[in-house]
């Protein structure tokens, strides 16, 4: 049977052991393993020679890997077009490719594509199910692997078994949580806390259809499912194992904290949710080896541990480094590094085997969830700080140069998120906008240091689609009905394909920011220290302005060190003898004695022999 049998022969008593403790259901247990072998047995000829040479190997953790992430409409039309741009994405270098929610979706209230329609079949906008066969192949020979979104949580109100359920049908109302009255939801809104309090308040919706409550912890457009219904759990598998079939690698789990409901908890990070992601993890393992989990877990770095399992029995294979991404901007405003340090130590603290994805911007916000009690030690008011941050970030602070917008204020808690691309974060909008020389020089190094940073943390890099041309907001999302109420929509703009072919013109803004990313991709994927099995520490350099990372694999070492600050600044690294060079530019400094350090500017150094 292809080597299924074998795979789950070595994986069997555990996976039935869990399902057997979710559910109790013996019958569905025999139903679902016949559903992984035919699945199995289905698989193409291609993927099974690659689930061959991928098998025990963490492949996701070469130093090569570069991902990128985009909307394949923004970007290409759909998903043929994209199929035409795959030599472009080969010239970035990427070797992992994100394509945003592109499965079929209701035409308003899709929330971005995260309410789904039908979990195996393409959005007819982007092409069919066909077209992403074809695409992932052409990918798959270049070298890039495919990674799809697949939301765990919810389905969208218009899903066939949301409309099966509004019709009445109790088959259906138990895939998901549904109560006659507000008894239920009453004891659950006591614990559990508000995603959106503004926008979408409460846990539960009333469907007037079916007369009844639902559990909708995002938007109302989005049902939550039952997990206790082991039919939910089997379902949700196939069409997962439908998509690998067609040549997803990667599965990006969306909301997946929120799987599990218990009365009296906050509906966070429960242990079924574990249980669950594990039984993912064996059932890929066993139908299809070469497809990975990416954890879409939006948590403080304490509980993010959990979600990478133990080495005996892992889960999510990778995770987002979100609180980094938040380090990163603050450190950028307030020109002081103390807090990154402090979260990058976080995260360096949790188990080796936790494997990251760092990203400067994404399609979602940046939420400025600080450590709210390393900001008080430091003498820092968290709700004063979180003010500065978004209004820094919208341009509206005295000397910001960033241009950008608020998403989600909450006028009680004064909270509010902030939306941009990195080009026009890092003022590179503004200084073109004013023609100023001066200040593009700064906007540029700003973009450049953190991008720098981005590559030089433990993990792996991921790209924003657009930033590689440094692209800029795009502002005409606030003349278009459907999309003006999201300010989100400022950084979802289409790919300008015009500004990508000066990529290769010499001083233009998108040639410098091109150039400097590939100069990036060249040192990591050139020195060992960037595997993924490196020894990664943070180093002290005597001045809060700088951040600093030291990394070693067997005798080979470097020291990545970056200045956050607009002004020049003397950084010094105890127990750093002799001379060492910069591997971009050649420069060489002495670290145990000190050295000068330009605003923004970034080394890569090693020792000189």
């Known amino acids: 049977m292809d080597g299924f049998s074998e795979r789950f022969a070595q994986r069997k008593d555990e996976f039935e052991w869990l399902f057997m403790e979710l559910y109790e259901d013996r019958e569905a247990l025999g139903r679902f393993e016949t559903i992984m072998a035919s699945f199995s047995v289905s698989r193409p000829a291609a993927l099974k020679d690659l689930d061959k040479e991928r098998e025990g190997k963490a492949w996701y953790l070469e130093r090569r890997m570069l991902r990128s992430t985009m909307y394949t409409d923004l970007f290409a039309g759909n998903l043929k077009g994209l199929a035409a741009k795959v030599p472009y994405l080969k010239e970035m270098g990427v070797t992992y490719l994100h394509l945003m929610p592109l499965l079929k979706m209701p035409k308003e209230g899709s929330d971005g594509g995260y309410a789904v329609e039908d979990f195996s079949m393409?959005?007819?906008?982007?092409?069919?199910?066909g077209d992403l066969e074809r695409l992932s192949g052409k990918l798959r020979e270049a070298g890039i692997s495919l990674c799809l979104d697949f939301v765990m949580n919810h389905t969208a109100s218009t899903h066939a078994w949301a409309m099966r359920a509004k019709a009445g049908e109790k088959e259906y109302q138990d895939r998901y949580l549904v109560y006659p009255d507000r008894t239920i939801p009453d004891a659950f809104e006591r614990t559990v806390p508000e995603v959106f309090p503004s926008t979408a308040p409460g846990n539960f919706i009333w469907d007037g259809t079916m007369r009844k409550w639902v559990f909708s912890s995002f938007y109302p457009t989005q049902w939550d499912l039952n997990y206790r219904n082991p039919v939910v759990?089997?379902?949700?598998?196939?069409?997962?194992?439908r998509l690998a079939n067609l040549g997803v690698e990667v599965f990006r789990i969306d909301a997946v904290p929120y799987i599990w409901k218990e009365l009296g908890t906050n509906c966070r990070n429960l242990p079924q949710v574990h249980t669950i992601v594990r039984l993912v993890r064996l059932a890929l393992e066993s139908v299809c080896p070469s497809v990975i989990l990416k954890g879409e877990v939006v948590m403080a770095p304490k509980e993010l541990a959990a979600y990478f399992g133990t080495p005996e029995k892992p889960e999510c294979h990778l995770l987002y480094n979100v609180s980094t991404m938040v380090g990163l901007w603050n450190a950028l405003a307030s020109q002081d590094a103390t807090l990154l340090k402090a979260q990058t130590e976080d995260i360096l603290s949790l188990p080796p085997s936790a494997a990251w994805l760092n990203y400067l911007r994404c399609h979602d916000d940046i939420g400025w969830g600080l450590d709210e009690a390393k900001e008080r030690s430091l003498g820092i008011d968290p709700l004063e700080h979180k003010k500065f941050l978004y209004h820094f970030f919208s341009g509206d602070y005295p000397g910001s140069y960033a241009c950008g917008e608020q998403y989600n204020y909450d006028p009680v808690s004064q909270d509010a998120?902030?939306?941009g691309t990195a080009a026009s974060l890092c003022g590179i909008e503004q200084a073109l906008e004013e023609k100023d020389e001066g200040k593009l020089k700064k906007a540029l190094a700003r973009m450049e240091m953190l991008y720098a940073v981005v590559y030089a943390l433990k993990g792996f890099p991921m790209l924003s689609s657009g930033d590689e041309i440094a692209q800029l907001n795009d502002y005409s999302y606030k003349d278009d009905l459907l999309r003006k109420e999201d300010s989100r929509n400022v950084h979802r703009?289409?790919?300008?394909?015009?500004?990508?072919?000066?990529?290769?013109?010499?001083?233009?803004?998108?040639?410098?920011?091109?150039?400097?990313l590939q100069n990036l991709r060249k040192v990591r994927s050139e020195s060992?220290?960037?595997?993924?099995?490196?020894?990664?520490?943070?180093?002290?350099?005597?001045?809060?302005?700088?951040?600093?990372?030291?990394?070693?694999?067997?005798?080979?070492?470097?020291?990545?060190v970056s200045n956050f600050s607009d002004g020049s600044e003397t950084v010094r690294f105890d127990y750093y003898m002799g001379l060492y060079k910069d591997r971009l530019t050649g420069r060489i400094v002495e670290p145990g004695k000190g050295f000068p350090i330009k605003n923004h500017e970034y080394l890569f150094l090693e020792k000189m022999k």
């Open 233 to 241: 759990f089997m379902e949700m598998l196939s069409s997962m194992f």
């Open 417 to 419: 998120r902030s939306c």
């Open 493 to 516: 703009s289409p790919y300008d394909w015009d500004n990508a072919k000066k990529r290769k013109k010499k001083g233009a803004v998108q040639q410098i920011i091109w150039d400097a």
């Open 122 to 129: 393409v959005e007819p906008k982007f092409g069919t199910n």
């Open 528 to 560: 060992p220290v960037f595997d993924g099995d490196a020894s990664v520490t943070t180093w002290d350099a005597h001045n809060r302005h700088a951040f600093a990372i030291r990394r070693t694999k067997g005798k080979n070492e470097m020291l990545f």
